[in-house]
C-alpha cells in the first residue's frame, strides 16, 4: 500500500518554462513533506520541504505547494534548466513523530530540454 | 556528502551467500536508516536505528537484518541473498524530523547483484 505516490514516471519541459511535479499522500498524519533530487551514481540530495502550518514554500526558482484537503503536494520549478534533469522524489512523515522515518514516493524523471 | 560513506560501493555475490554493507558517518547523528531503490518501487524503507543497540523495521524488512554497535556504524546483513535483493542500498542519517532542514542525508548507494 503505497502512501506517498507520484502518478507521473518522467517528464519532459523545454529549458525556461515551468516545471511541475506532483505528489499524493494518503496518511493523514503526516505534517512534514520534502522533495529530494538524484542524479545517476550519486544518493538523493534534499531540495526543499514544507510543515502542514503553511501552503507554500520558496526557496529560489524552487516552490513547494501543499494543499492538505487534498492530500496533496506539487514541485514548481522556474524557470527549468537542464541542470534540473534528474529523478525528483517527494517523500513525507510526522514532525516529532515517534518513529523519526520519512517515507518516498516512487519518483518522477525530469528531462529538461536546451 | 555530509560524512556518511557506504562500503563497497559495489558488490556481485551468488544467491545463498551473506553480504553485509556498512554505513559510517562522522556527524554524530542519533538516527540512521537503510533503504533500497527499485525502478518503479522509489525507495522504500528496510530498517533504522533510533540509537545504539536500537533498530526497528521498515516497510520492506523480511530478509534482511541490521546492528549498530556504535553510533557511527550502521550494517545491513542479508543472511543468504537472492535475485529480488538485486538493489541500489542507501544509507541515511539525520537528526529528529521536522525543522527547515533536511532531516536525511543520503550516502552515494551501494549497487548490489545477486546472480
Known amino acids: 500500500d503505497q502512501q506517498v505516490k507520484q502518478n507521473s514516471p518522467s517528464l519532459s519541459v523545454q529549458e525556461g518554462r515551468i516545471s511541475i511535479l506532483n505528489c499524493d499522500y494518503t496518511?493523514?498524519?503526516?505534517?512534514?513533506f520534502l522533495w529530494y533530487k538524484k542524479y545517476p551514481a550519486e544518493g538523493p540530495t534534499f531540495l526543499i520541504s514544507?510543515?502542514?502550518?503553511?501552503d507554500k514554500n520558496e526557496d529560489g526558482r524552487f516552490t513547494v505547494f501543499l494543499n492538505k484537503s487534498a492530500k496533496h503536494l506539487s514541485l514548481h520549478i522556474v524557470p527549468s534548466q537542464p541542470g534540473d534533469s534528474a529523478v525528483y522524489f517527494c517523500?513525507?512523515?510526522?514532525?516529532?513523530?515517534?518513529?523519526?522515518?520519512?517515507?518516498f514516493g516512487t519518483g518522477t524523471l525530469l528531462a529538461v530540454q536546451p | 556528502d555530509a560524512g556518511i560513506t557506504q562500503s563497497p560501493r559495489h558488490k556481485v555475490t551468488e544467491t545463498g551467500t551473506p553480504v553485509t554493507l556498512r554505513c559510517h558517518q562522522t556527524?554524530?547523528?542519533?538516527?540512521m536508516y537503510w533503504y533500497r531503490q527499485d525502478p518503479g518501487h522509489g525507495l522504500r524503507l528496510i530498517h533504522y536505528s533510533y540509537g545504539v543497540k536500537d533498530t526497528d523495521k521498515g516497510e520492506v524488512s523480511d530478509g534482511y537484518s541490521v546492528s549498530r554497535s556504535k553510533t557511527e556504524d550502521f550494517l545491513l546483513t542479508l543472511e543468504s541473498a537472492t535475485s529480488s535483493q538485486t538493489s541500489v542500498y542507501f544509507c541515511a542519517i539525520g537528526p529528529r524530523v521536522g525543522g527547515n532542514n533536511s532531516p536525511l542525508h543520503f550516502g552515494n548507494g551501494t549497487r548490489l547483484t545477486v546472480t
Open positions: 517523500a513525507a512523515g510526522t514532525y516529532g513523530g515517534a518513529t523519526n522515518k520519512l517515507i
Open positions: 556527524e554524530n547523528h542519533r538516527y
Open positions: 514544507i510543515s502542514s502550518i503553511k
Open positions: 496518511n493523514s498524519m503526516f505534517d512534514y
